[in-house]
């Protein structure tokens, strides 16, 4: 940063110039008050940087929170999605192995051999 960088260059400017005046003169005392006000303005920009440092890890700190729950939405629409087809999917092959019982005590024939051993599963666990 320039602006501190200079500051702090003409701070150390100002004690270098207060050395060389007499202790206690009334240019010492104005020298004081101006290294004083310069070393305040320097610690006030110290401060702020401070503070913006704090502030630039929060957000960082917020964005990967954000960036956590969106994750776990996306874990967690995935996991519900998995379990109702792990509930729709045998269901699907309940209802299609059914129909194909009754076709099969209607007609005597089965169309396909997934629906065969799928018959032949139920038949012979009723038989």
């Not at 003169?25 to 704090?54: F, M, P």
């Amino acid at each position: 940063m320039s602006v501190e960088r200079d500051l702090r260059e003409e701070l150390i400017s100002e004690i270098d110039e207060l050395g060389r005046v007499e202790f206690g003169s009334e240019q010492y005392k104005i020298g004081v008050a101006g290294v004083t006000q310069l070393t305040d303005r320097l610690i006030e920009l110290s401060r702020l940087d401070n503070e913006e440092a704090k502030l630039d890890i929060e957000k960082e700190k917020l964005d990967l929170e954000l960036q956590k729950l969106d994750d776990e939405r996306k874990d967690k629409k995935s996991k519900n999605r998995i379990s109702a087809l792990g509930i729709i999917i045998p269901s699907a092959i309940a209802v299609v192995g059914g129909v194909s019982m009754f076709v099969y005590e209607e007609r005597g024939s089965i169309t396909s051999q997934v629906g065969r051993k799928i018959i032949d599963k139920y038949i012979f666990r009723v038989k």
